[in-house]
């Protein structure tokens, strides 16, 4: 089975430019999650979803991030516009409803110059 | 918010060494998890516990529920090299339950051949 697909795995880009993150969740799995991971602060949640709906957001760190889930296959977190400090390795993660147990992209490993 | 206290921060260890690592939580957790994140990946559950002084192994891998549900350990025995990596605690909290995961800050286990 396929697991959590992410793409693009790498993403260089010039301060001020747009970003989009993609992921595809394990199928059957009706939660998705976006996390940010750097060295400094570690494994941080951004946003989840519960059957394409939006949960909770309040880990988005300001309104240049947005997230959506169109369909029950597809979600995508946006950068715009994209800052140096936003350059981090972006997961996906998705789960069933009730299951504690999330599974992990490959991740983006975003750079913003 | 759910603080999660992850020890040691790195271990450097010879190989065929056993490796002890723990993370403890400031509130009860439902749900304690255990990932491993290899350089460029994302991260893979090893082991999910479920209930207060519950013991699970995965191979050389084993895993306890702490009894107050606040906090939990990771053994690995006989290390190989194939260990290298980062490991992570994760939980669910019984305040916030749904499919929230706090996440430790991470053991970078180094096993020196």
């Known amino acids: 089975d396929a697991g959590v697909i992410q793409s693009p795995r790498h993403e260089v880009t010039e301060m001020g430019q747009e970003v989009t993150l993609r992921c595809k969740p394990i199928?059957?799995?009706?939660?998705l999650f976006w996390y940010r991971q750097t060295m400094m602060r570690g494994l941080e949640l951004l946003i989840y979803?519960?059957?394409?709906?939006?949960?909770?957001d309040s880990g988005m760190p300001e309104d240049r991030f947005s997230a959506k889930m169109p369909n029950a296959s597809f979600s995508t977190l946006k950068i715009q516009p994209s800052e140096p400090r936003d350059s981090a390795v972006y997961f996906c993660?998705?789960?069933?409803?009730?299951?504690?147990?999330?599974?992990f992209g490959p991740g983006t490993r975003l750079t913003v110059l | 918010g759910q603080q999660l206290n992850q020890s040691p921060q790195s271990m450097f260890i010879q190989e065929g060494e056993d490796v002890s690592m723990n993370c403890t939580s400031s509130s009860i957790f439902n749900t304690w998890l255990w990932y491993k994140q290899d350089p460029g990946e994302g991260p893979v559950l090893l082991i999910a516990?479920?209930?207060?002084?519950e013991l699970t192994s995965n191979g050389r891998l084993t895993a306890q529920f702490g009894i107050t549900r606040k906090d939990s350990f990771l053994n690995i025995s006989a290390s190989i090299p194939s260990d290298v990596g980062i490991y992570f605690c994760?939980?669910?909290?019984?305040?916030?339950?749904?499919?929230?995961?706090?996440f430790g800050t991470g053991t970078r286990l180094t096993v020196i051949p």
């Open positions: 199928s059957g799995h009706d939660y």
């Open positions: 994760a939980g669910q909290a019984e305040e916030t339950g749904a499919n929230n995961l706090f």
């Open positions: 979803f519960n059957n394409n709906v939006p949960i909770d």
């Open positions: 516990l479920y209930k207060a002084g």
């Open positions: 993660a998705s789960t069933h409803l009730l299951r504690p147990e999330q599974f």
